[in-house]
């Protein structure tokens, strides 16, 4: 799991960011260590002193960070600052990304204003209780002038608690630090994990794949579909305690189920396997059930997928709710309830099955909703899929906590869906395969 935290400087980020990495053994990255590299290369200073003059320097000509601070927060460099942005920004981000990897915590007041944001991660913001404390921890470790503190907080960020998992209002003490820490780490060792399998459609690529997310109970399991490529990022030694949801009998969606069959014949033959893979399968086409029912070389149960009918895995409960997508297939969304926290995947849908969405989906934990198109491209409102704007409204009017938008065309920047969604609802994610979210 990848979790993020974040804050105003002098908040506590650090200190919570380290101990908290301490406690769960987790890599523990400091962006702004990162910053402080980047200016001991050359080549960075020279864009820099070309973007503000050489008012970075001090009488000595040796680059001044409070210098450049300084010119950087007058309103004055409105342009320049933007220029800087763009450009520290992107060496930064390369940066990260070699940091980029599961059970590591990464502490960075700017990361709301990156596309690191859209990626799945448990998102931490640490609050003082008191500004007039942190002013004064701020003033003494950085030795700057109080107007210099203002015009530093004039031009930082402010940040929306929705956004977040966890707000941690600090008042400085160890007690109540040490308690919201146990707290998360409860949370991170005992929870439910989301898992992106695939993301993309109709097709796979190298580093993606088809429409699958599985659903951890420490070691029970739950894959809403299973698209093409998808079974490559699946751990087969979980395939003892799982159950396999199918949405609709496209492709896409279910193709790999052939995969997860024949690898549960295989182990059971090899004494790896005690339970069978559990399918819950679309009654309809016949003739795509049917030749699935037909494959011999597997050990697994088939159930059939019925409205207003409850089931049970493990402690995963589930339901489903009838869509409007295409008239060659039956297609269902799933509502799945545990340890009263709920998940709803919409599965393809058309905006015409808004209103039946917004009401299955009401306050549930995660939306995980289809967004195959913009509206840019000019689709019309009522069709076979959902864009990501409709996926937004989706989310904004049933009150989800949180919207993972998925079902990409592969050739489609995808930080284009997440910034159409964002523009109707802000606590938002693009499926990436290998994020992992805490239910």
Known sequence: ???????????????????????LDYDYVDVDSIVHNMYKNLDVLRRVEQIFGDCIYDENGKFDRKKLGQVYFSKQ????????????????????????????????????????????ALRVLIKPISDDERFGKLLARDNISKDYLMQREQA??????????????????????????????????????????????????????CPSYLLN??????????????????????????????????RDHYNDIYNYMYTSYVFKNQKKLINPVN????????????DIAREKLSFSNIHNIEENNFYKYGNFQFEFLLIDHSPDVLTYATKITINNKSLVYTG?????????????????????????????????????????YQAGTIARDSGVKKLILTHFWPEEDVMKYYNEAKKVFCNLFVAIENDKYLL
């Open 279 to 290: 399918l819950y399968l679309p009654r309809e086409p016949r003739a795509i059930l049917e």
């Open 348 to 388: 393809d849908c058309s905006y015409s099955s808004r209103d039946r969405l917004v009401n299955f989906s009401k306050g549930a934990d995660i939306l995980i909703c289809e967004s195959s198109f913009l509206r840019e491209h000019g689709f019309p409102t009522i069709c076979n899929h959902l864009t990501a």
């Open 77 to 120: 460099n409105q342009s320049a600052k933007k220029l800087f942005d763009e450009y520290t920004l992107d060496i930064i981000g390369q940066e990260l990304h070699k940091k980029f990897k599961d059970n590591v915590i990464i502490d960075w007041a700017m990361l709301p204003i990156t596309d690191f944001w859209a990626r799945g």
């Open 217 to 250: 109970d420490r070691g029970k399991c739950l894959l809403l579909d299973c698209g093409s490529g998808s079974h490559r990022f699946f751990d087969f030694n979980l395939l003892n305690n799982l159950g396999i949801v199918i949405s609709h009998l496209h």
């Open 1 to 23: 799991m990848i979790v993020y935290i974040t804050g105003k400087s002098g908040s506590g980020k650090s200190t919570i960011a380290k101990a908290l990495a301490q406690k």
């Open 156 to 209: 930082g960020l402010d940040y929306n608690e929705d956004e977040y998992d966890y707000v941690f209002y600090n008042d400085y003490t160890d007690i109540m630090q040490v308690e919201f820490i146990q707290k998360v780490c409860d949370d991170i060792q005992n929870g439910v994990f989301l898992t992106i399998l695939g993301t993309q459609s109709p097709y796979a690529k190298p580093s993606n794949a």
